[in-house]
């Protein structure tokens, strides 16, 4: 299938970005864009800037230069009220979840409902206790603090919170990091059930090569300040760039390749 | 695009065993807070009965909306294959489908208990806190102390460094404020003496009030207050986010003790600093209520100082200065104490900050207490 390119294809566009801090350039001239039901997957070495990108897209960190469009519209000539009609359009899951540490994983899937949405508090607890269970997290997790819950269990919640406005985007912020290896496999699946079932556009910051293999149709290498290849992961692994051969290549590479291989047939 | 505005809406009759539900309008989360009520109702009503809801006019549908629809679904029929949904378009459909294993509810918040015996739980956690925490501070107190015994013996241990770095925080930072507030508690104190004062033709005697007050409890007792809100309270901050992000743990992995790194060298600090502190603050006092006594009773320093020299015995200030390490210590050690009690949460963080300000200045108050007792005793 081709697809005509026109604006409504794409859920993100970013143009020229550059980012630093003081003198210290992470993004130049960066260009990327993500397809509207698409799971990206964004790899690159340490500190070439992942996260900055992600925090960037979302409006914690101010560019140096370049603009973002975020379905369709400018994020930063906007108004301050259309600026939060967008963000109540995407879900952020953060490295660790960053769960309201005062509040029950109930209570935080209910903060941004309370926050945006007039309605019945029983009908909050309803929509919380539906996104925790698609979460993957059991009905007793519902009254727990964070502190007292895994770190699997704790980026389940943050998943939970990021999905309860129904967003249209979900960014994932190495979300299978640090999470066992059937812990992280579970976390793949969910994400690929959640955009099957609600045609959710992910856009995932990853080191795991399992989860590129398993969930991503399109991967985006960042390195050298930009983007140096994007597309599935087939035809990047073909890139001959050094870093993104001893990426794929290297012993883990080969046995994730190998894994989903496997799979495939 | 209909020019209907964007609601949820349902309209439901009964037909025998049978009712039938159409679902119209925006089912998305914005919209369905209205009609929650109304739908609950509802669903009440078509207990055992079956239910077929009609999906044809529906305009959109997203999780909660599904979710709601199957919690209806569920609530009523769904006992034989007459309950269904009809009409759905295919994307509707696959979400309700997805929405049927998540209907199960969950609690929101730990479980409430009686209030008289959540009460009777508290007052019992409390003394019982009251005593374990005695024990703690007594078992940290010994500790420190044996820290420090260590490092006076092989003083290449003290993190020399770090010592500099909490004297130049709590100690050189502060002498703008101290300086400022004991500056005024002088000019007070002489303003109030004064009035009494004159009232006997005794305005001379405002001098040696000056200099009893300030340099014996004023001066040494506010800068202790002031540096148990300024530095304890830092104190617990520092130690309680960087137990909170586990490095304190990480330093005991690495063989080091968390006790020698962090909390001998801010005790040493302010062990150090207080004093002089003290100093800074009992000088700016006098300099305080010397002006206001030249001001107002026509005191001139030349005769506020001779008069000093002449009643103020050196003992006033000595008792100032005797008490500025012991207030030090206690603010120090209850500061880093609470630091390490920290648990988990960022809001753990300002409890134990709270209570180290509050304990600090408590102690700091009665010891105060305990030393005017003293040295009344020894004629001091």
């Not at chain 1, 993100?12 to 630093?20: H, K």
């Not at chain 1, 540490?101 to 209570?107: E, G, H, N, R, W």
């Not at chain 2, 005790?267 to 006098?286: E, K, N, R, S």
Request: aromatic fraction near 8%; charged fraction near 20%.
């Amino acid at each position: 299938m081709i697809a005509a390119e026109h604006l409504d294809d794409w859920a993100i566009e970013v143009e020229g970005l550059r980012t630093q801090f003081g003198a210290h350039v992470v993004h130049d001239n960066l260009d990327l864009k993500v397809r509207r039901g698409e799971i990206l997957g964004v790899v690159g070495g340490s500190g070439t800037g992942k996260s900055v990108l992600l925090r960037t897209i979302i409006g914690l960190n101010a560019q140096a230069a370049g603009r973002i469009f975020v379905f369709g519209e400018d994020y930063d000539a906007v108004s301050n009220e259309a600026r939060r009609a967008i963000e109540r359009r995407w879900g952020v899951l953060f490295q660790d979840g960053a769960l309201f540490s005062s509040l029950t994983v109930a209570q935080n899937v209910m903060a941004p409902l309370r926050e945006h949405l007039d309605m019945p508090e029983a009908l909050m607890e309803d929509i919380a206790a539906m996104k925790i269970s698609m979460a993957g997290l059991p009905p007793d997790a519902g009254a727990k603090y964070p502190s007292e819950l895994s770190g699997g269990m704790r980026k389940r919640a943050g998943l939970a919170r990021a999905l309860a406005l129904d967003p249209e985007i979900v960014f994932l912020d190495e979300p299978t990091a640090g999470l066992d290896p059937i812990g992280a496999a579970k976390f793949d699946q969910l994400v690929l059930s959640l955009k099957k079932a609600l045609g959710l556009t992910v856009f995932m910051v990853t080191h795991d090569l399992d989860s590129l293999y398993e969930d991503c149709d399109r991967i985006a290498v960042l390195a050298e300040k930009k983007v140096i290849a994007i597309g599935p992961i087939d035809e990047v692994r073909r890139n001959p760039h050094p870093w993104i051969q001893e990426y794929f290549s290297g012993p883990r590479g080969r046995v994730a390749a190998h894994a989903a291989g496997a799979a495939a047939e | 695009m209909t020019s209907l505005p964007k609601t949820a809406d349902f309209e439901a009759e009964k037909a025998e065993r049978t009712f039938h539900m159409a679902a119209k309008g925006l089912w998305t989360a914005p919209c369905l807070g209205p009609i929650d009520g109304r739908l609950r109702t509802f669903t009440e009503k078509t207990l055992d009965h079956e239910l077929i809801i009609d999906l044809g006019a529906l305009e959109g549908l997203d999780t909660a909306g599904a979710m709601m629809l199957q919690r209806t679904m569920s609530a009523c029929g769904g006992r034989t294959d007459e309950s269904r949904f009809v009409n759905a378009a295919p994307e509707h459909m696959t979400l309700l489908v997805a929405m049927t294993d998540n209907l199960a509810p969950c609690p929101t918040e730990p479980p409430q208990r009686n209030a008289f015996i959540l009460m009777l739980n508290r007052v019992g956690q409390g003394v019982e806190n009251v005593y374990f925490s005695a024990l703690h501070i007594l078992n940290f107190i010994g500790v420190v102390i044996s820290v420090l015994w260590r490092i006076l013996r092989e003083p290449k241990r003290l993190r020399l460094t770090s010592t500099f770095h909490h004297m130049e925080e709590a100690g050189l930072d502060a002498v703008p404020i101290v300086g400022l507030m004991s500056f005024l508690i002088g000019a007070v104190v002489a303003f109030m003496g004064a009035k009494v004062l004159q009232q006997f033709g005794a305005e001379i005697f405002t001098v040696d009030l000056i200099g009893v007050a300030v340099l014996r409890e004023f001066g040494v007792l506010l800068t202790a207050i002031l540096i148990a809100g300024r530095s304890g309270s830092a104190f617990t901050a520092q130690i309680g986010s960087m137990k909170v992000r586990e490095e304190i743990d990480a330093m005991r992995a690495l063989g080091l003790d968390p006790v020698e790194v962090l909390v001998a060298p801010r005790v040493i600090a302010l062990l150090l600093m207080l004093p002089l502190l003290t100093f800074v603050a009992g000088m700016l006092g006098m300099v305080g209520g010397a002006l206001v006594a030249w001001s107002s009773l026509n005191i001139t320093p030349g005769m506020f100082m001779a008069r000093t020299q002449e009643v103020i015995v050196l003992s006033n200030f000595w008792v100032g200065m005797i008490k500025a390490p012991f207030f030090a210590f206690i603010i120090a050690v209850i500061g880093c104490f609470q630091g390490t009690q920290v648990e988990g949460s960022a809001e753990s963080v300002g409890q134990r900050t709270t209570l180290s300000v509050v304990q600090a200045i408590f102690v700091v108050i009665m010891l105060d207490a305990f030393f005017a007792m003293f040295f009344l005793e020894i004629d001091f």
